[in-house]
């Protein structure tokens, strides 16, 4: 028998939830004590890399590294040789099943993390091999910060200014001309209500971790024919485990929290029985456009809608690629898109984009998101063999 219960990176690679579960003979996870400066709040700015990733400084046992937030992660992660290069040994062997398959982790105990004002001692985190989601995303992932940040702290996140605040949770005053939105707990997960193009209200996770607007499990998506309905593109989708096919497609409307918005790029659930099974999943492409406070040791929220007009950000490309130091590795053309049309093919090599060498710090200057700009751009693609192709960018799905 399976024992399900969601330890890792609520992370998309091309936007679906890896859905890290741990099986059977998963040992209790202990509370961590909690040490704060009390009534003081602390203001840590974060970096939302790529537009869709919330990296922050933080301490692993003193040791001071990135990390990656995720409110759909029940437990802090490591990457292995991150746990193994600051001397954690010893740990429990566990495995971990991913969207793509299984692969060995380790449970490691009375670990202690800090964040701004925040101290958790004697706290469980989870190691695992973390490399191939690093590829996907562009940049090294040591440490995914997890649900004990949130449960612990009212934590107040404004896009507009990249700041994060962490407020006791006593006494905390819920911010004027915000939204109340009560969730429902669920295991590690917390559920906000939503409706998918006037369908009934279905349950959401709300998942810092994904990287995308909305994710629909297979089960939810293949009981309401309106899904089927919808033009659709091809790509793909993994993390843990491997990758493997989707469909994305765009939703004409989303309501949540009485705000309403239009033309949400959404991924459709491929792998039955998931962490969301016959429901959904929100994630940072929805949140990003509001401030949002979160008390979910109270199982609440809170929105406030900036003044920008609704941005959701979409692959108009067509390509899933891994970076490998000097180049992108094409893993999946999505048939029809632009990158199809432009005659790029698995297996190819991308050396160049838009004249700029691809390198490690490749998605940290301005061509970074070469893939989400407006449709009607022109990017030209060097391949290894020399050759230069002229991409256009579009909507495809």
């Known amino acids: ?203 959401a996770a709300f998942d810092l971790g994904n990287g995308g607007a909305i994710s629909v499990s297979k089960e939810y998506h293949e009981a309401h024919p309106l899904f089927a309905s919808l033009p659709f593109a091809i790509s793909m989708s993994g993390g843990v485990g491997g990758v493997h096919e989707m469909k994305r497609i765009t939703l004409p409307k989303v309501d949540m929290a009485g705000f309403s918005f239009a033309s949400v790029p959404a991924d459709l659930g491929a792998l039955p029985d998931g962490p969301y099974e016959d429901r959904a999943n929100v994630g940072i492409q929805m949140f990003r456009q509001f401030k949002v406070t979160l008390d979910l040791g109270h199982d609440r929220l809170w929105l406030q809608r900036n003044a920008k007009p609704a941005d959701f950000s979409r692959d108009r490309s067509g390509l899933f690629t891994l970076l490998e130091d000097d180049h992108f590795n094409v893993m999946h053309v999505s048939p029809g898109s632009p990158a199809d049309r432009a005659n790029l093919k698995k297996g190819d090599r991308l050396v160049g984009v838009g004249g700029v060498r691809v390198g490690p710090g490749f998605f940290d200057g301005p061509q970074g998101n070469w893939s989400r700009s407006a449709p009607g751009t022109n990017v030209q693609l060097t391949k290894s063999d020399g050759v230069t192709v002229t991409l256009t960018l579009a909507d495809y799905f």
């Open 1 to 203: 028998m399976k024992i399900h219960k969601r330890i890792g990176f609520g992370i998309l690679l091309l936007a679906a939830a890896m859905g890290l579960t741990a099986q059977a003979a998963f040992p209790q996870i202990a509370t961590p004590t909690v040490t704060a400066v009390a009534d003081r709040s602390a203001v840590i700015s974060f970096e939302l890399y790529r537009g869709n990733r919330m990296f922050l400084k933080g301490r692993i046992n003193g040791v001071e590294t990135a990390m990656v937030l995720d409110s759909g992660a029940g437990v802090t992660t490591l990457d292995r040789d991150f746990a193994r290069k600051i001397g954690l040994k010893g740990g429990q062997k566990i495995e971990a099943q991913g969207t793509g398959g299984t692969q060995e982790a380790e449970l490691f105990q009375n670990v202690t993390i800090e964040a701004g004002n925040l101290k958790l001692s004697e706290a469980t985190v989870v190691a695992i091999d973390l490399s191939q989601v690093a590829k996907g995303i562009g940049r090294p992932m040591p440490v995914i910060l997890g649900r004990e940040l949130f449960m612990n702290s009212v934590i107040g996140i404004d896009y507009d200014r990249n700041e994060m605040t962490l407020s006791p949770a006593n006494g905390f005053l819920a911010p004027a001309g915000a939204t109340e939105v009560k969730l429902k707990r669920e295991g590690t997960l917390h559920f906000i209500p939503i409706s998918i193009a006037g369908l009934p209200p279905v349950d």
